[in-house]
C-alpha cells in the first residue's frame, strides 16, 4: 500500500534542485518539491510526500487529521514510515 503522508519542510537544503528536508512522523528525509515549483513550500510549511515527492501543500490542521486517520491504519502506517525511512533521493 502507498499512502500520501503528511511531512513538515524542516528546510530546502538545496534550492536549484528542488530538494528539501522534511520531517515525516519524526522521521527526516530529503525530499525532492519540484512538483511544487509554481507554489514553492518554505520551512515550517506542510506537504503531503509520496514516494520522495511532495505532491502538494497542505495546511497544518489538514496533515494534523491526516497523521491521526492514517496512524489508525496500524500495520500500513508503520510499513510506509519503515519504507519512507529506508528510501533515499540521491
Given at each position: 500500500?502507498?499512502l ?17 528536508k522534511?520531517d515525516?512522523?519524526g522521521v527526516?528525509?530529503?525530499?525532492s518539491i ?7 513550500p ?22 494534523l ?10 500495520t ?5 514510515i519503515?519504507a ?7
Amino acid at each position: 500500500m502507498c499512502l500520501g503522508i503528511p511531512g513538515q519542510i524542516i528546510e530546502i537544503t538545496d534550492a536549484a534542485n528542488y530538494l528539501a528536508k522534511v520531517d515525516v512522523s519524526g522521521v527526516r528525509r530529503s525530499i525532492s518539491i519540484r512538483l511544487l515549483e509554481k507554489d514553492m513550500p518554505e520551512p515550517d510549511d506542510w506537504v503531503l510526500v509520496h514516494v520522495g515527492f511532495a505532491m502538494a501543500k497542505i495546511d497544518e490542521t489538514e496533515a494534523l487529521l491526516t497523521l491521526a486517520a492514517v496512524q489508525k491504519l496500524g500495520t500500513s502506517y508503520r510499513d510506509e514510515i519503515q519504507a519512507f525511512d529506508t528510501s533515499e533521493i540521491v
